[in-house]
């Protein structure tokens, strides 16, 4: 089928290095035409081409499919290299130590302008933090009032306070709020075991997003522990 | 338009007498001649600006051009860049694309000149923009290193010059279409719209970090597939059957090539990102585009290489100055869809990334592929369209294979260098240091090839040049040499 | 492939898709990162760029410093980036996030300079421009013609890349 296309044109006078000429473009255009309309006519021989093809495009789609199911990272915006471990979108370490001083400074900045620097509270508005009982024992107990607050009558070592936290938690991460509550157990006295963001994390999908706890309802929930 | 539309227009050697230069391509004379004469000139200059580029490399611590602000290596290689692809390459297609066109759509050229104002103007922005150049006013980005305000220029200037094609396949007469049409018209119709894009991108309104890469890549895969490659594979499609006189093998297919061509080419660009600070996703659908791109490699070495291959096709390209330069190009094609594929892929390209071999890669395409597709195509066209002889059949052997082998040796330098470099970079024994020294030993021969390159263009250029004088000296008339 | 319009809108497709899956998702994706801290409580990075190091990357830029240096640190199974100290971590996109223009390079005919503030060098940039011989890196092109003002913002801008800090896609290893 190669041939029939050769017509009077080829033995024209040729002339410069490139004198060669071949059919009128309005010929080649309709020869070729008509060879993409036979296609479908059977023709001995040339059947396997198009099955090829066929195979090499199923194949090619198979197999980038598998590629880029193994080899995209989830699509994740963070995800930069094959071998990395995966990352976590939006910070926060790998593996989580709770850290006392980065505790303090985020007490400082969050909850020192009442319950002070040095954990004592002011007499008669803010209750203590050093010695409470209210922050050792149950992580619980501590967690939900830095996530959701307190709001109502509240005794603290034996002195009764008018409560009204506001739900400072609600706007810190995990694990900032993990710090801070392993600074609050571990400073001033305290002896509490740390916090770890996970904690946090589970008791704050638990509660969800509610309002301020009254003290006596958190205390039924987790009573304080008595040495 | 001709009568004679199935044989008979004389194409060859024209007969005596009047109308020896077809109508179609007596209104095309203008046009063409003026694209085709900036971009020889340009290509003199890129070649010129190539050697001191090498010569730079190959010396970065002495040389002639020590100490000139002008001729830093960066600025020497973003101006020789910026006039091989935007000075010879559009140039170069907008002539041939338009010619091609026009054959095929038997379009008779009636605003020549909106087309002359759309080259004067891209000349102009494009002098600039080399001007600002070599000034330190380059933006960073490759092949987009010409100040912002140059692009604007360039696309206004390419819809006036180079979207001809486009009208002239809409007003063709006839129902029928032929492969290389679909990719001229693709070409000229992709360009503006992912220059545009990219410009405003990556100059006007940057995005935002990495985003830039990004694009940049994006547009760098769309300018080297989408303009050169699919400029270049029309002017295969049309030459190898038109010369060899005979259909194209399996040409049934060659749709199929063309839409999975184009469709799979825009999302090669981040292959080129593969280890860099972009996710990986993007990454790795870089990679499986490039891998995809074997598909249409693969229909269109066998529409390609299978007629070439048949009844002595290679022997009878061989003897014909067009089909040498066009065949050689659609082997470049075809190894440089080849390796695409294969070095896109994770391992091998962290093994040559930031050395040569990706320059090598381009080049094999804009250079092995579309270049010298261009000069087979000069060889075939210039002959009709002025009416005259190419005067020394000796320049044109100079020109091949002064060409042929410069770039040969500089692709061996490329890739071989290339492949080297990165085997020693990926030894952090091997002290940087040496890893510079073993690469520079590379520099003399690609130093040897740029000076070939530049005479075999030199020698294309008095040939094309002493033509289109002789043909235009005695004007209209007496054109029987 | 008859119609033009078929043609056409083929094109634009061939053109706009990739355009919409690559760029602009890979802006909605990344577009919006800043500054963060790598480890909870710790310092925000990356650092804002200081005044000369803008006029520096402006120097940089210029002297078309790109085409032979890359910024960007390649992850361990890739390349020895890291093993020959250009880095002490990969390179991410949140690295780049406050430069106007990022200039990660393609090519390495000189080292990475990613993390050039960060890492120690024997080579003497100050020198490097003017008399390269003597810097201690003799290959590398000399630029007398820049003058001081300059080169104290490219070398401002130099210090100023830097990626030794943790970032919360990419820990450094303790």
């Known amino acids: 089928m190669n041939d029939r296309n050769r017509h009077s044109d080829s033995n024209r006078p040729r002339r410069g290095p490139s004198g060669s000429e071949g059919p009128s473009d309005g010929r080649l255009v309709e020869v070729h035409a008509q060879l993409s309309r036979d296609k479908d006519e059977p023709a001995e021989g040339f059947s396997l081409t198009p099955i090829f093809i066929v195979f090499l495009f199923c194949g090619f789609g198979f197999w980038a499919g598998v590629y880029l199911t193994k080899n995209a990272g989830g699509f994740s915006a963070s995800a930069f290299d094959l071998d990395a471990p995966k990352a976590v979108v939006g910070g926060g370490p790998v593996v989580f130590e709770p850290d006392v001083a980065k505790g303090e400074q985020l007490f400082l900045a969050n909850c020192a302008a009442c319950h002070q620097a040095t954990g004592l509270g002011v007499p008669g508005a803010f209750p203590p933090l050093a010695k409470s009982a209210w922050v050792a024992g149950a992580e619980d107990r501590l967690i939900k009032a830095i996530l959701a607050g307190l709001a ?28 801070i509550a392993t600074y609050v157990r571990q400073a001033w006295g305290n002896t509490g075991e740390p916090v770890m963001d996970t904690k946090v994390a589970e008791v704050r999908k638990a509660i969800g997003n509610r309002a301020q706890y009254v003290p006596a309802d958190l205390l039924k929930e987790h009573p304080l522990e008595t040495k | ?101 026009s054959q095929l759509g038997r379009f008779e050229f009636r605003n020549g000149w909106l087309a002359q104002l759309g080259g004067v103007a891209w000349n102009l922005a494009l002098t600039y923009g080399v001007v600002r150049v070599f000034a330190g006013e380059l933006s960073g980005f490759r092949l987009l290193d010409f100040p912002r305000e140059v692009g604007p220029v360039l696309a206004v200037a390419f819809l006036l010059a180079g979207f001809w094609p486009i009208v002239a396949f809409a007003r063709r007469p006839t129902g029928h279409t032929f492969a290389s049409q679909w990719f001229v018209v693709g070409a000229s119709f992709a360009f503006p719209l992912f220059y545009l894009l990219a410009q405003l991108l990556v100059l006007w309104q940057p995005a935002s970090g990495v985003v830039q890469a990004i694009a940049h890549s994006w547009f760098v895969a769309n300018l080297l597939q989408l303009w050169f490659g699919a400029s270049a594979l029309a002017a295969i499609y049309y030459f190898l059957p038109k010369v060899l006189e005979r259909t194209l093998t399996g040409y049934y297919l060659a749709p199929v090539a063309f839409w999975t061509f184009f469709l799979f080419a825009g999302w090669t660009g981040p292959a080129a990102l593969v280890g860099s600070p972009v996710p990986l996703w993007l990454q790795s659908t870089g990679v499986v585009a490039a891998a995809m791109m074997l598909i249409p490699v693969i229909i269109i070495a066998i529409n390609v290489h299978g007629t070439l291959f048949t009844q002595g096709g290679w022997t009878r390209a061989w003897n014909d100055t067009t089909l040498r330069f066009v065949s050689f190009g659609a082997a470049a094609f075809t190894l440089a869809g080849l390796l ?16 040569s071999f990706g320059a090598g890669l381009e080049q094999l395409l804009v250079y092995g592929c579309a270049t010298m597709v261009l000069f087979g195509a000069s060889y075939f066209v210039l002959p009709r369209l002025t009416g005259a002889l190419w005067p020394s059949a000796k320049l044109v052997h100079v020109h091949f294979w002064a060409t042929a082998l410069g770039f040969v040796g500089a692709l061996v330098a490329w890739l071989v260098g290339g492949w080297q470099t990165g085997q020693l970079l990926a030894d952090p024994a091997v002290a940087y240091a040496d890893v510079l020294r073993a690469e520079s030993s590379w520099f003399f021969m690609l130093t040897i090839s740029a000076v070939l390159l530049l005479v075999g263009h030199v020698a294309f250029a008095l ?16 054109r029987h040499d | 492939m008859k119609n033009l319009n078929t043609l056409l809108a083929g094109v634009f497709l061939a053109v706009a898709l990739p355009f919409g899956a690559l760029v602009l998702s890979g802006q909605s994706q990344l577009g919006g990162l800043g ?18 190091a803008v006029q520096g990357r402006a120097v940089y830029v210029s002297l078309g410093c790109v085409s032979c240096h890359t910024q960007q640190v390649r992850p361990a199974g890739q390349g020895s980036d890291i093993a020959r100290g250009f880095g002490v971590r990969p390179s991410v996109a949140r690295d780049y996030a406050l430069q106007p223009q990022v200039l990660l390079g393609e090519r390495r005919l000189g080292p990475d300079l990613a993390n050039y503030g960060a890492r120690s060098s024997k080579i003497n940039v100050e020198t490097l421009l003017t008399d390269p011989a003597s810097s201690g890196a003799a290959w590398h092109p000399s630029y007398r013609f820049v003058d001081a003002a300059q080169r104290a913002a490219l070398v401002a801008y130099l210090k100023s890349l830097r990626q030794d800090y943790p970032s919360p896609e990419a820990k450094l290893k303790k």
């Open chain 2, 340 to 355: 695409g594929g294969v070095f896109a892929f994770r391992a091998p390209s962290a093994l040559v990334r930031f050395t």
């Open chain 1, 152 to 179: 109502g009558e509240i005794e603290v070592n034996g002195v009764k306070y008018n409560g009204n936290m506001p739900n400072i938690g609600a706007g810190l991460k995990d694990a900032q709020i993990a710090h």
């Open chain 2, 463 to 478: 040939n094309a040049f002493g033509m289109i004088l002789k043909s235009s000296a005695p004007a209209a008339s007496g």
């Open chain 2, 1 to 101: 338009m001709t009568q004679d539309n199935h044989s008979g227009r004389p194409q060859g050697r024209p007969p005596e007498g009047d109308g020896r230069v077809s109508r179609v391509e007596a209104s095309l004379r203008g046009p063409f001649l003026l694209f085709f004469v900036s971009a020889v000139v340009w290509l003199l200059a890129a070649s010129v600006l190539g050697v001191i580029a090498a010569l730079d490399l190959g010396s970065l611590q002495g040389g002639v051009f020590r100490d000139c602000p002008w001729f830093t290596p960066g600025r020497v290689a973003a101006a020789q860049q910026g006039l091989f692809v935007y000075g010879w390459g559009f140039n170069a297609f907008f002539a041939l694309n338009l010619w091609l066109l």
């Open chain 3, 35 to 52: 500054r963060a801290a790598g480890e909870e409580g710790g310092a925000l990075f990356p650092s804002r760029e200081p005044g000369q």
